[in-house]
């Protein structure tokens, strides 16, 4: 599933297109009615956390924000979000931003809950699309996906794109792998949001030092919003914390050098897509850590919760149990 720093990357692809009329649209979606979407204007798009929101109104009106929030997170012209996307290009040694905060994604609405996006648009706020996407999911502007590899019966199938939108000015945007559902609103809560100025660390850091595994803790998106499991490997290798460690056993400066890693890499790997480069892994999916030491793989999570893959190198990333610590464990405030 994309993390935070690829959907942030979506909504730069979208941002573009913001002001611009739909004029035709198509893709195999059964969530929503593509039709409701023809000759309606993309006003505004958002990102919280894992989550890619599009805000769709009647031509000549890009003032109908549905809520406050919307108001003071979204960007209603192209010059802001310009504007946002050049405070996320690399700058130079020394003046790196602090990392972003991505917010707790909205509960899925039961399609059918609201009206078709036709009905009385003219007298209506903005309507909502949240994009939730898949383990491969993703967004192509002005070009479709080809087939890299062959299927199993040997044809060389392009992908089905889900949505597609065609604007009048020519370019379109391609939609894949992804769950389409209308909302309210994106309702965003910047201080869980790992891609915001305002993300919380102090909040963050009082999560961490639970007695919970770290590795369950990092994907928590009440906390965490828009970190997932390869942001997870990557700062737990490069903090040498063990993923099952107690975040309890740790120390004040343990925690604090996992969350850095987490933010620091996270801000890096959003760097390199929009440079389109590769960001160097250290451990996640290898077989040996840097070091040249055998790397280990397990499935880890919450006894009620989904189990995720985990890397780790076990001489660079030693676990901390309770009689290795020889005091009590830390006491979140």
């Given at each position: 599933?994309?993390?935070?720093?690829?959907?942030?990357r979506f909504?730069?692809?979208?941002?573009?297109?913001v002001?611009k009329?739909?004029?035709?649209?198509g893709?195999?979606?059964?969530?929503?009615?593509?039709?409701?979407?023809?000759?309606?204007?993309?006003?505004?798009?958002?990102?919280?956390?894992?989550?890619?929101?599009l805000?769709?109104?009647?031509p000549?009106d890009?003032?109908?924000?549905?809520s406050?929030e919307?108001?003071?997170?979204?960007?209603?012209?192209?010059?802001?979000?310009?504007?946002?996307?050049?405070?996320?290009?690399?700058?130079?040694?020394?003046?790196?931003?602090?990392?972003?905060?991505?917010q707790?994604?909205?509960q899925?609405?039961?399609?059918?809950?609201?009206?078709s996006l036709?009905?009385?648009?003219?007298?209506?706020?903005?309507?909502?699309?949240?994009?939730?996407?898949?383990?491969?999911?993703?967004?192509r502007?002005?070009?479709?996906?080809?087939?890299?590899?062959?299927?199993?019966?040997?044809?060389?199938?392009?992908?089905?794109?889900?949505?597609?939108?065609?604007f009048?000015?020519g370019?379109?945007?391609?939609?894949y792998?992804?769950r389409?559902?209308?909302?309210?609103?994106?309702?965003?809560?910047?201080a869980?949001?790992?891609?915001?100025?305002e993300f919380?660390?102090?909040?963050?850091?009082?999560a961490?030092?639970?007695?919970?595994?770290v590795c369950?803790?990092?994907?928590?998106?009440?906390y965490?919003?828009?970190?997932?499991n390869?942001?997870?490997?990557?700062?737990?290798?490069l903090?040498?914390?063990?993923?099952?460690?107690?975040?309890?056993?740790?120390?004040?400066s343990?925690?604090r050098?996992?969350?850095d890693?987490?933010?620091?890499?996270?801000?890096?790997?959003l760097?390199?897509?929009?440079?389109?480069?590769?960001?160097?892994?250290?451990?996640?999916?290898?077989?040996?850590?840097?070091?040249?030491?055998?790397?280990k793989?397990?499935?880890?999570?919450?006894?009620?919760?989904?189990?995720?893959?985990t890397?780790?190198?076990?001489?660079?990333?030693?676990?901390?149990?309770?009689?290795?610590?020889?005091?009590p464990?830390?006491?979140?405030?």
């Amino acid at each position: 599933m994309p993390e935070g720093p690829s959907v942030k990357r979506f909504q730069l692809l979208c941002t573009p297109f913001v002001g611009k009329a739909v004029n035709k649209v198509g893709g195999s979606t059964r969530q929503v009615d593509p039709g409701d979407l023809k000759m309606l204007t993309l006003w505004d798009a958002q990102v919280h956390g894992k989550n890619l929101f599009l805000a769709f109104g009647a031509p000549g009106d890009n003032s109908k924000s549905t809520s406050p929030e919307a108001s003071e997170h979204g960007s209603t012209s192209q010059g802001k979000m310009a504007s946002e996307r050049s405070s996320f290009l690399p700058r130079q040694e020394g003046n790196e931003s602090d990392g972003c905060d991505p917010q707790r994604c909205l509960q899925e609405e039961h399609e059918g809950d609201l009206p078709s996006l036709m009905d009385d648009v003219a007298g209506r706020p903005w309507e909502w699309l949240r994009f939730h996407f898949g383990l491969y999911g993703s967004i192509r502007a002005s070009e479709f996906a080809r087939a890299k590899n062959a299927n199993k019966r040997g044809d060389w199938k392009d992908p089905i794109p889900r949505l597609v939108l065609y604007f009048d000015d020519g370019g379109f945007l391609v939609f894949y792998n992804c769950r389409i559902h209308r909302c309210s609103s994106p309702t965003a809560e910047p201080a869980t949001d790992i891609l915001s100025p305002e993300f919380d660390r102090e909040r963050a850091l009082d999560a961490l030092c639970k007695a919970t595994p770290v590795c369950h803790t990092l994907l928590d998106q009440s906390y965490f919003s828009g970190l997932g499991n390869r942001i997870k490997n990557e700062a737990l290798y490069l903090a040498k914390i063990h993923p099952l460690s107690l975040g309890s056993l740790l120390t004040p400066s343990d925690l604090r050098s996992l969350l850095d890693h987490a933010l620091q890499f996270s801000l890096e790997w959003l760097h390199s897509k929009l440079r389109g480069q590769r960001l160097r892994l250290q451990i996640y999916m290898k077989e040996k850590c840097p070091e040249g030491h055998e790397a280990k793989k397990g499935a880890f999570g919450p006894l009620d919760g989904l189990k995720r893959l985990t890397w780790w190198c076990p001489q660079c990333q030693p676990q901390v149990l309770p009689e290795d610590t020889g005091m009590p464990p830390v006491q979140c405030s």
